[in-house]
């Protein structure tokens, strides 16, 4: 029985050894673990900052809810005034901006420089050009006709 114990005692303490060598190669280093840390610390700061930034937005709303309604008469035309101000001045900002994208790429496509779409300018330009020669040889042909329908129905004209 004295054996058996021997025999199984370097098994038992290899295997163990075995599994905290494979513990110990899977365990976080210390940057991983300084990270992981830093990511709870920096998480449960922003819990509770957004618990309080909730908790503040309600009671607020509370408390000046009675103020906010009874000069809501005085708010409500300044907020929409407001509202169409700053709209305006948006939309025009923005249509400000595309007339200057407009006019460079204008700019750069009368210098030669190739901007993004020219090619389907130039091909258009080609389709129109070669359908108006088409409608005006046609026009010619079917012009040429009429002139003579004229002259037969009126041949003193």
């Known amino acids: 029985m004295a054996d058996r114990q021997n025999q199984t005692r370097p098994n038992d303490t290899t295997t163990t050894s075995s599994f905290l060598r494979r513990l110990h190669e899977h365990a976080p ?11 709870i610390v920096s ?4 819990l509770l900052l957004t618990g309080a930034t909730v908790t503040v937005t309600v009671l607020g709303i509370i408390f000046f ?12 035309p300044i907020g ?3 509202f169409v101000i700053t709209a305006g001045f948006l939309s025009l900002c923005g249509f400000g901006v595309a007339a200057v994208a407009v006019a460079s790429w204008i700019y750069r496509y009368y210098r030669g420089l190739h901007p993004l779409g020219s090619d ?6 080609s389709r129109i050009y070669d359908t108006a020669s088409h409608v ?8 040429g006709y009429l002139q ?3 002259k037969d129905a009126a041949p003193g004209a």
């Open 80 to 82: 929409g005034f407001l």
């Open 29 to 39: 280093h210390s940057t991983q673990l300084m990270g992981f840390l830093t990511l």
């Open 65 to 76: 809810s009675p103020l906010i309604i009874l000069s809501s008469p005085i708010w409500v």
């Open 120 to 125: 389907r300018v130039d091909y258009a330009r």
């Open 43 to 46: 998480g449960a700061i922003l």
């Open 148 to 150: 003579s329908k004229a």
């Open 136 to 143: 005006k040889d046609y026009a010619r042909e079917y012009g």
